[in-house]
């Protein structure tokens, strides 16, 4: 598909997508998902589902009588989602396709929820749009974007700049710095494609994790820079890996780290 989306992933990517980055995306998910506020019987569409996270949780909240459907441009991270063992709740539907054409029917769904995904498609207003069409009369949607660095990934974009290159780590930060939409930004698109009862709020967690040296190591093996990850030996490895953990040291909670994050939740109804 010729869609120049960002965060795209290898096959393997993915897979280590689902073991480590679905770490921290899954302290997030719950939140969302919440916000969602999910009625049983609902038609849910999981946009930018990745590994689906987010539609598993949503199949079991709307229960068998709801639906769901998995939306995600990268066909490695669809083949995961689809090898997870099912839940119980509504039967999840997955789809290959951009944002910003979805080969999917206009009004057939009753919420749309995208954790993390709009700051990587090509033209977001165009995807909000088409987020609009698909959503039937009242519908709505919960979409969530960082709005701020945490200190995870200043401590990552660092170790990148010192231990890989400068590009690398441009690149890393971009997908959590100038490509994401601020509040104002984020409201002004929802308004602009007449979305109504628009409001973005900014929600705070504390994200923990253990052993911070293997998890970063292996987030990033999973990521779009998992290439230049790769070309250091293991001795670089190991070096990044100590650099992170100890720019992480002002947030030691027992083995492991304890860091405060935020993302702006954009929520509005068609
Ligand atoms: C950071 S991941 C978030 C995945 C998932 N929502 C989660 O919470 O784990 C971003 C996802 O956006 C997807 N993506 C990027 N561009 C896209 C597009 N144009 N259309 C659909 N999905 C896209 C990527 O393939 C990736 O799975």
């Known amino acids: 598909m010729n869609d120049p989306s960002g965060y795209q992933v290898s096959a393997t990517g993915a897979e280590l997508y689902e073991r480590y980055a679905t770490q921290y995306m899954g302290q997030w998910a719950p939140d969302l998902i919440e916000v ?15 590994t689906g996270l987010l539609a598993r949780l949503a199949a079991v909240r709307v229960g068998p009588a709801g639906q769901v ?10 083949a995961v ?9 509504a039967t999840i539907s997955w789809v290959e396709g951009s944002a910003v054409a979805m080969d999917l029917s206009d009004a057939s769904f009753d919420v749309i929820v995208c954790q993390q995904g ?9 995807a909000v749009r088409e987020m609009l069409r698909v959503l039937a009369p009242g519908g709505r949607v919960a979409l969530s974007v960082w709005n701020s660095p945490n200190p995870y990934s200043i401590a990552v974009g660092d170790a990148l700049e010192r231990f890989v290159s400068a590009e690398t780590a441009d690149k890393y930060r971009a997908g959590r710095l100038r490509l994401v939409p601020d509040a104002n930004a984020l409201r002004s698109m929802m308004v602009a494609a007449r979305f109504r009862e628009v409001e973005v709020r900014p929600h705070k967690l504390t994200i923990r994790h253990q052993a911070i040296e ?3 190591l292996g987030h990033l093996s999973g990521h779009p820079v998992a290439g230049a990850i790769s070309s250091l030996d293991e001795e670089g490895r190991a070096a990044f890996a100590r650099h992170v953990k100890t ?14 994050d935020e993302v702006n939740i954009a929520t509005a109804r068609k």
Do not use: K, W
Not at 36 to 50: K, N, P, T
Not at 69 to 78: A, H, P, R, S
Not at 119 to 125: I, K, L, M, T, V
């Open 36 to 50: 969602a506020a999910l009625q049983s019987g609902e038609r849910v569409l999981d946009l930018a589902c990745g």
């Open 69 to 78: 459907t998995g939306l995600d441009i990268n066909v490695g991270m669809l």
């Open 81 to 89: 989602a689809r090898a997870m063992p099912p839940v119980s709740g």
């Open 118 to 126: 709009l700051q990587f498609f090509p033209d977001r207003d165009a």
């Open 247 to 260: 720019a992480l040291m002002p947030y030691a909670e027992g083995d492991g780290v304890a860091y405060p």
């Open 214 to 216: 293997e998890f970063v």
